[in-house]
């Protein structure tokens, strides 16, 4: 029997997505499920409802893509994140801000067991600022009294000169063994110290949370008796590999916002759009520049910290299905919390006492939900609450878009009626079939990728840094399942660097590809 059924699957604050396509990309079964409070449940219920839809074409799948917000999650609620100890190599620079001293005070409790900055690391242009404190490596190890769950390394300037990081990584195996999980942010983070240091400590904390998702995930694959490669999704829309996801696990954060874009551009045929995909909690307006997610050039801030890792340039709004209304008719007052998952027992179209947006809809005429009629005393907030919200959308638009008028905007989720189809500031509104579950589609389509990032003198042997990135990015690629034979470029980002005696620019290459068949 061919494996050539592919599952993709998303996790929202308010449904949990799941969409089964085969090898032409046609829809052959759907689910939108309530997402539980142990999110796992509602993976499990959705992933069921479709497997029992396909019945004995179940067997046919082949491949489940799965776009967590697991992650986010737990750096949010600060809950089951892992303890780190954080060693920054570059004494004596840097020495006025230690690690972690600009986080929220109960997350660094939650996560930091102890820190230090020792000699080490490199200028911009290679030349090192002193020498690598090995001793002082092994010293602050042995005196860790309490046993982290991992190590975060940052060197100054890494992505230039990673070879400070390799060897303190090779030092911590050595005195705390070789099952030591280790993060080095010349793998994870870009140019700006103190963003990369945060998110490689980051990524060493969510080490465990991500290993639970994948645990879950594969227990519900085995109970259904399936034999299927799983793969998670990662914020710039594309996937990666179990293993790959345990070594990053913060490459998921982001993931459904992207998957959601991803969806679009697939539905639509668009590669160069607005899109904004409106859920329960949520409403995020992003932009698709040949068919992927724009990236953020600024830091992202996430629960309290700010970071420069690989993220979507995104504009989160708190409008969605689930946002509560309060306030007067006159002065309505919209979120931004959200009823979310208990949006079908505490909303007034099911019989709650909480009015939300999906009431406001249901009103309208632009939505049908619920099995509940709305109270006469609620229309006049209701109708007054939605005028606000247009107006909300309209500039949030105008942030996206920078002014450009003429791209069309494509609306997806599951509260996607909450975007006007008269809406300023775009050439058209796009509701496309199947939006509701853009997410799902979207990592269900997924391609597999492969980064390289470097800094490069603006030379003779510039040419050819360009090709051997494109080589490694390629090669990256293919490693994480992309066919060889279809993986291309997708994206080249050359940026300039100032105050260096040689001209020099950071250099940014992705490729990416289409899995192989299996």
């Known amino acids: 029997m061919p494996l050539d059924l592919r599952i993709g699957m998303d996790v929202g604050g308010t449904n949990t997505d799941a969409v089964v396509l085969d090898s032409n990309n046609r829809i052959v079964a759907r689910t939108k499920q309530p997402t539980t409070k142990d999110v796992r449940q509602g993976v499990r219920s959705a992933f069921e409802y479709v497997i029992k839809l396909l019945d004995a074409d179940a067997k046919r799948v082949g491949r489940v893509m799965l776009g967590t917000t697991h992650a986010t999650n737990a750096i949010l609620e600060r809950r089951s994140l892992g303890r780190v100890a954080a060693i920054r190599l570059g004494a004596p620079a840097s020495l006025s801000l230690g690690p972690m001293e600009s986080w929220p005070q109960d997350l660094r409790d939650a996560v930091c067991v102890d820190t230090c900055i020792l000699g080490g690391g490199h200028y911009v242009d290679g030349r090192r600022i002193s020498p690598l404190d090995e001793d002082g490596i092994r010293t602050f190890l042995t005196r860790t009294a309490q046993n982290p769950d991992a190590i975060a390394i940052t060197s100054i300037f890494s992505p230039t000169s990673p070879v400070d990081e390799l060897r303190a990584c090779k030092i911590v195996k050595e005195i705390l063994g070789e099952n030591m999980a280790v993060s080095m942010s010349h793998e994870i983070g870009s140019l700006g110290l103190l963003e990369r240091e945060n998110a490689t400590i980051l990524n060493s904390a969510l080490f465990d949370v991500i290993g639970q998702v994948i645990t879950a995930m594969q227990d519900v694959v085995d109970q259904a008796g399936l034999t299927v490669e799983l793969l998670l999704t990662q914020n710039d829309g594309t996937l990666m590999a179990l293993d790959f996801a345990r070594r990053f696990p913060i490459l998921t954060i982001g993931s459904g916002p992207a998957n959601s874009l991803r969806g679009a551009a697939f539905l639509t045929g668009l590669s160069d759009t607005i899109v904004v995909d409106v859920g329960g909690t949520s409403a995020d307006f992003g932009v698709l520049v040949n068919g992927y997610p724009r990236e953020s050039a600024a830091a992202v801030e996430i629960g309290g910290v700010r970071t420069n890792f690989r993220m979507p340039d995104l504009l989160s709004v708190a409008i969605g299905g689930g946002t509560i209304i309060s306030g007067t008719s006159e002065q ?187």
Do not use: M
């Open 332 to 518: 309505p007052i919209v979120g931004p919390k959200s009823v979310g998952y208990r949006l079908t027992s505490d909303a007034l179209v099911y019989g709650g006492s909480t009015p939300t947006l999906s009431d406001a809809l249901v009103v309208e005429g632009r939505f049908e939900l619920g099995t509940h009629t709305v109270q006469a005393s609620e229309l006049a907030r209701l109708k007054s609450a939605l005028r606000n919200v247009s107006e909300f959308i309209t500039d949030a638009i105008d942030q996206v878009t920078l002014g450009n008028t003429h791209l069309p905007l494509v609306a997806v989720g599951g509260a996607a009626s909450l975007i006007p189809d008269d809406i300023k500031g775009v050439s058209q509104v796009i509701y496309p079939e199947h939006g509701d579950i853009a997410n799902a589609i979207g990592a269900a389509i997924a391609w597999a990728s492969g980064h390289w990032e470097g800094v490069v003198p603006y030379g003779d042997g510039f040419n050819a840094a360009v090709t051997n990135g494109k080589a490694v990015a390629c090669q990256r690629a293919v490693q994480a399942g992309a066919d060889p034979q279809q993986v291309e470029v997708v994206e080249q980002i050359e940026t300039p660097l100032s105050y260096l005696t040689t001209p020099t620019v950071r250099l940014i290459i992705k490729a990416a590809g289409p899995l192989c068949h299996i």
